[in-house]
């Protein structure tokens, strides 16, 4: 069993920037791809970052690709989201989400065995 806990989202003005954690616990963390994730009011959950088990390799949606930064520190089991130049369209529930059946990241919502329970962003402009 995994259990991820997010943290790091709030209320930020566009333009800011914000970073996101993942803390993993419960399984050997180090050997997965790990996502990022959203869901705005009333849309599907989108992809939006992934990252390699080694974090060699990273992916990134088109529309936050140049803005966030997806990292991974295994001796830590924690993945973070640096979210930089906000705009008031990254307002969503971030989730992160483990894959144990990859070591590189995947970007569907259904190939992601465990999620964590989400987190708010909210961008104001």
């Known amino acids: 069993q995994v259990q991820l806990v997010e943290s790091g989202g709030g209320l930020v003005q566009a333009g800011g920037s914000l970073r996101l954690s993942c803390a993993a616990s419960?399984?050997?963390?180090?050997?997965?791809?790990m996502g990022w994730f959203r869901q705005a009011p009333g849309k599907e959950r989108e992809f939006v970052a992934g990252?390699?088990?080694?974090?060699?390799?990273?992916y990134y949606a088109d529309s936050v690709k140049g803005r966030f930064t997806i990292s991974r520190d295994n001796a830590k089991n924690t993945v973070y989201l640096q979210m930089n130049s906000l705009k008031p369209e990254d307002t969503a529930v971030y989730y992160c989400a483990l894959d144990r059946n990859s070591a590189t990241p995947r970007i569907r919502p259904y190939d992601y065995d465990y999620w964590g329970q989400g987190t708010q962003v909210t961008v104001s402009s």
């Open positions: 990252i390699s088990w080694t974090g060699g390799r990273t």
């Open positions: 419960g399984r050997t963390f180090s050997t997965y791809a």
